[in-house]
């Protein structure tokens, strides 16, 4: 199922454009709120994804999510319960590192032991619980799942200070000579709430268009 934004695209831009004349300014120069959502069958399949990833480029950590699939596949599909069943040899081959072996075998206990909520269970919860539970997972911070928030589950509210883009682009929009601090941030993007998302999306456009 292709999943869905959790708020009113419209109604966003319109709470951000009267209550910040400059990013009012930058969604007239960006355009359009297009945030394209990345589906995902569980939180398991997105946050192994999220793992496998971690500190790699594209094409090689494309490889290694495509053979751990694979190897996912051969013992039942892409769930908890198969990663249980793939040796430690069989994660190495697939070009895992002893952390990220180690991580995605916390991932996948978690998920059985019920912390990594199924996806029907993760809509009834709140974005503060869903971080606890979350990185309660090796190998999972807040960054990743501010971006889960985001990206899939297409929550509203979520404000990624620990994303460096986030605070360039704030700093750049805002015209800040030093790197402004999460709690500076987090005071301005009151006036945001609770459509932060959005303007954190509209801050990382910010940075595509200056290029």
């Not at 013992?75 to 070009?95: C, I, T, V, W």
């Not at 994303?163 to 030093?178: E, T």
Request: aromatic share 6%; net charge positive.
């Amino acid at each position: 199922m292709k999943p869905r934004l959790q708020f009113d695209p419209a109604a966003a831009v319109a709470h951000l454009r009267a209550g910040d004349a400059t990013l009012a300014a930058l969604i007239d120069r960006i355009g359009p709120f297009a945030l394209e959502l990345q589906p995902a069958a569980s939180l398991f399949e997105a946050l192994l994804r999220s793992i496998v990833y971690q500190q790699l480029h594209g094409k090689a950590a494309a490889t290694i999510h495509r053979r751990v699939l694979a190897g996912l596949a051969s013992h039942g599909g892409p769930g908890p319960a198969a990663l249980g069943k793939m040796s430690d040899e069989e994660l190495r081959a697939a070009g895992l590192s002893r952390n990220k072996l180690l991580a995605v075998r916390d991932l996948a206990a978690k998920c059985l032991e019920g912390t990594v909520p199924s996806l029907a269970a993760a809509a009834r919860l709140g974005d503060d619980e869903l971080v606890a539970r979350l990185t309660a997972v090796r190998g999972i911070g807040p960054w990743t799942v501010h971006m889960l928030l985001i990206f899939h589950l297409g929550r509203p509210d979520v404000m990624p200070t620990g994303d460096f883009a986030i605070r360039l682009g704030f700093k750049k929009l805002y015209r800040k000579r030093k790197e402004p601090k999460p709690e500076a941030i987090l005071l301005h993007a009151r006036r945001w709430a609770p459509y932060r998302s959005v303007a954190s999306w509209y801050l990382w456009r910010s940075l595509d268009a200056g290029k």
